[in-house]
């Protein structure tokens, strides 16, 4: 027991005595050591990245989408008017849901109206003796009412005949006064004759030669002339008042037949607008028609009679020309500040295995101002390599692809996110 206790004694001493003086090279060395054990660690952190990540869900669609058509008020399908996966030009009619009016006369009263020029062309009201126009005609009804009133303005001429017959009234007012005129002069030479005459008249009774009857006699021959030459002269004025009155009446009437003709052209013009409009409203809630060019996709095995719902998806136009590819994407409100233009979205295609086919790269190319009701942000993910993965294969496109997007909002250095740390600490 005693060489233990004396064993452990002397170990302990040993011990002591290295612990106490160690060897210079193991303290040069082991602090380098973790010096340099140390820096390591700082390269690979530096070096390592650890990007931070915002996923969600992503749609990829060409650059022009797929136009769907649906139904505006519930119904039968009347007509299918193409066949699936047929090739179409834009505005071409797909279907008609049935209703009151005969489509056939409203198509055949769309082209008419679509191609003819009104100020032009007479409009051929004749075609639609028995045409079924239900809704729209009201206001067919106008519009040939107006264009009838205007075409017996032009044939009759109403204001024109009035017209030439204050212009042959004036002309006969003016010979009146032009004869009138002329009498006047020699009414003034006779009343001048029997002034005379009355002088001298006055001078024979002054000397007693003549009678008081004669002198009578003669002053109301004198008197009467002068009131015929005053009257005279009242009918001179009428008819002067009398043409200035018609050459008033005549510039009305020119007025009014300007008036007349440009309000009978404005309500043609009104009506024929007002019959477009009408037929662009029937159009919306029983036509079915497409707005671009491309291929016909029934989204259901449609056919004539079957009944449709409001709200119900019927056609898909798929564009014509892709004209490239985009992503569109809502990301959620949480962390949505840090998403800007320009960052990297990998993305993951549902039906394409990123394991076996890769990733598609893509760049925010549009942020929307402001969020959806459901306060998700839209944005536009433009694809510079279109579908081409990172395994260098190319996807076969089909509208509406799905997947998964992980937006990379910041690609940071793991020494960064340390810093980031520690700068939180001391902010505390």
Known sequence: MEELNDGLKIYSEEVRDVLSDPPKAILRWGNTILFGFIMILLLISWFIKYPDIITTQIVITTNIPPEKL??????????ILVKDKATILKNTPLAVIENSANYKDVFLLKSIVDTIDIDKSKFPFEKFNSAQLVEIESVFALFQKESIADELNTKLQPYQVEGSAQNYEAIQLKERLSLLESQKSINQNELVLLKSDLDRYEKLYAKGIIASQEMEKQRLAYLQSQKNYKSFLSTISQLK?????LNRNSKTTQINESTATINLERNVVQAFFSVKKAI?????????RSSINGKVSFLQLWAENQTVNTGDNVFAIIPKNENGYIGKLRAPAQNSGKIKMGQTVNIRLANYPDREFGMIKGSIKAISLTPDKEGNLLINVSLPQGLETSYKKQINFQQEMSGTADI??????LIERLLYQFRAIFKR
């Not at 990379?408 to 250095?413: A, F, G, M, Q, V």
């Open 70 to 79: 649906v139904a505006k008020v519930p119904g039968k399908i009347e007509a």
């Open 241 to 245: 008042s009398s043409l200035n009155e």
């Open 408 to 413: 990379i909002t910041e690609d940071l250095r």
């Open 280 to 288: 662009k409203d029937w159009e919306l809630n029983y036509v079915l």
